[in-house]
């Protein structure tokens, strides 16, 4: 009887920490390599590290940053 209990302490303790782990590896990346920004000639939201940075300025693509100074 005192090995069932075992069993279902060790499956319970594997659970919890299998979630724990999960949680952890699902959060950390998304939070450091996934930062989001807004172009500022259209508002689309994309990755920083796939957007194109102009100074403080954020842009989807080459051209919506060149249209962007072409506009003012
Ligand atoms: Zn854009």
């Known amino acids: ?4 209990i075992l069993i279902a302490i060790g499956l319970l303790l594997y659970v ?3 979630n724990l782990l999960r949680r952890n590896k699902l959060k ?3 939070l ?6 807004k172009c500022q000639h259209c ?3 994309i990755l920083e590290q796939e957007a ?3 100074g403080d300025a954020y842009y989807c693509s080459q051209e919506h940053l060149e249209n962007h ?3 003012k």
């Open 1 to 4: 009887m005192r090995i069932l």
């Open 28 to 30: 950390s990346p998304t």
């Open 69 to 71: 100074y072409q506009a």
């Open 43 to 45: 508002g689309l939201h």
């Open 16 to 18: 919890i920490i299998g």
């Open 52 to 54: 194109i940075q102009s």
């Open 32 to 37: 450091l390599t996934e930062k989001m920004v």
